[in-house]
């Protein structure tokens, strides 16, 4: 079993930059890929970036060029840089980790991102 905590949420003026990490305990498989989803009021919940167990990183567009997301491989930690935040930004933010490729994912419990305009 894996547990996700997230912290780093938090109220940040449009423009402004917020930081969160997402600590996994538990056993974590050194395949792991480890990621951010989001879910804003109303919304689907929809991906936002995702590292995986050799770095690789993956973006949605809407975070391109102001989302950071990077990895402690030995602190099982992810953390998500957010600058130049936009009140479309403000969701819900959720840390997650897939085991393997054909793993189903964890899901933290989420942190609240608010973007004020």
């Known amino acids: 079993q894996v547990q996700l905590v997230e912290s780093g949420g938090g109220l940040v003026q449009t423009g402004g930059s917020l930081g969160l990490s997402c600590a996994a305990s538990g056993t974590v498989f050194g395949t792991s890929m480890m990621g951010w989803h989001r879910q804003a009021p109303g919304k689907q919940r929809e991906f936002v970036a995702s590292i995986t167990s050799g770095g690789s990183t993956n973006y949605a567009d809407s975070a391109k060029g102001r989302f950071t997301i990077s990895r402690d491989y030995n602190k099982n930690i992810v953390y998500l840089q957010m600058n130049t935040l936009k009140p479309e930004d403000t969701a819900v933010y959720y840390c997650?980790?897939?085991?393997?490729?054909?793993?189903?994912?964890?899901w933290g419990r989420g942190t609240q991102v608010t973007v004020s305009s």
């Open positions: 997650t980790l897939r085991q393997t490729l054909r793993s189903p994912d964890y």
